[in-house]
């Protein structure tokens, strides 16, 4: 009989407990899903187009190593970069640049002189070809520019600058030109400033027109370097293929870019 009453007593308890929380639970909205991009929600309504037009940044992000090759007169010159750190292994027939986040080095075959400047080219290419999307990283500032006009066709267009101590050259200026009707990157308008003591006034061109999907996104398989006067595209100069582009997202081991033995540390 003891037995019965306690456990009437305890079963009493847990039903007072269970009204009193009841009771006092407060009322919550209910849940509602909604779609949210955050990913691009920072970014410009044109940028965030841009993006979307070529494969979009969330695809972007999922990838881990970028390379493509260039022929280049002496053989083919093949970019390897680290999408996340932005290590950078470029290989020619003659030199090959590296970049593993802390050393920059440069290491050549055959007693052959490299003559450019590896601080400066270790990931020019890089960024040329990895448009639009280079333009999502951090330290970058959108603004409306003037549009371009070439050849009767009207491109909108936005001006990237950099916020101060982002990259080697800060001062660079940009601008993205792109195909009101599809949203695709057409122009890119650039200053140089690498090795400078002021800021450049003087824009260089590259025309993108044609695109090759690679895991679905769209990068360039030709750039077209133009001629300019008074900071508009005038004709031709020069045009780079690319071949053999590849996306994954595997990340390379670090040792794919530290510094190999025999190679000079460029400072």
Request: proline content about 6%; some cysteine; overall charge negative.
């Amino acid at each position: 009989m003891k037995r019965i009453l306690y456990l009437s007593l305890m079963l009493a308890v847990m039903v007072s407990c269970k009204d009193k929380t009841t009771e006092t639970k407060p009322e919550t909205e209910p849940y509602t899903e909604e779609e949210l991009d955050v990913t691009t929600s920072v970014y410009p309504e044109n940028m965030t187009k841009i993006f979307d037009a070529h494969g979009g940044l969330d695809t972007w992000n999922e990838m881990a190593t970028l390379e493509f090759s260039m022929e280049k007169p002496g053989g083919y010159e093949i970019t390897t970069t680290d999408l996340k750190d932005r290590y950078s292994l470029i290989e020619m027939p003659k030199h090959t640049i590296g970049y593993d986040g802390e050393v920059l080095w440069l290491k050549n075959t055959a007693n052959a002189k490299y003559e450019g400047n590896p601080k400066f080219y270790y990931n020019l290419m890089f960024y040329f070809y990895a448009m639009p999307f280079v333009l999502a990283d951090d330290g970058i500032m959108y603004a409306d520019a003037d549009p371009l006009v070439f050849e009767g066709k009207t491109y909108p267009g936005i001006q990237i600058s950099f916020e101060s101590g982002v990259g080697e050259s800060p001062d660079d200026e940009y601008i993205l030109y792109y195909d009101a009707d599809t949203n695709k990157m057409a122009w890119l308008a650039y200053t140089v400033t690498f090795g400078k003591n002021e800021k450049a006034t003087e824009y260089h061109f590259i025309k993108y027109s044609n695109w090759q999907e690679v895991e679905g996104l769209l990068l360039p398989e030709t750039m077209v370097w133009y001629n300019y006067e008074n900071n508009k595209p005038t004709t031709v100069k020069n045009e780079v293929k690319f071949i053999s582009p590849m996306l994954t997202p595997v990340k390379m081991d670090i040792r794919v870019y530290s510094r190999p033995e025999g190679a000079e540390l460029v400072q």
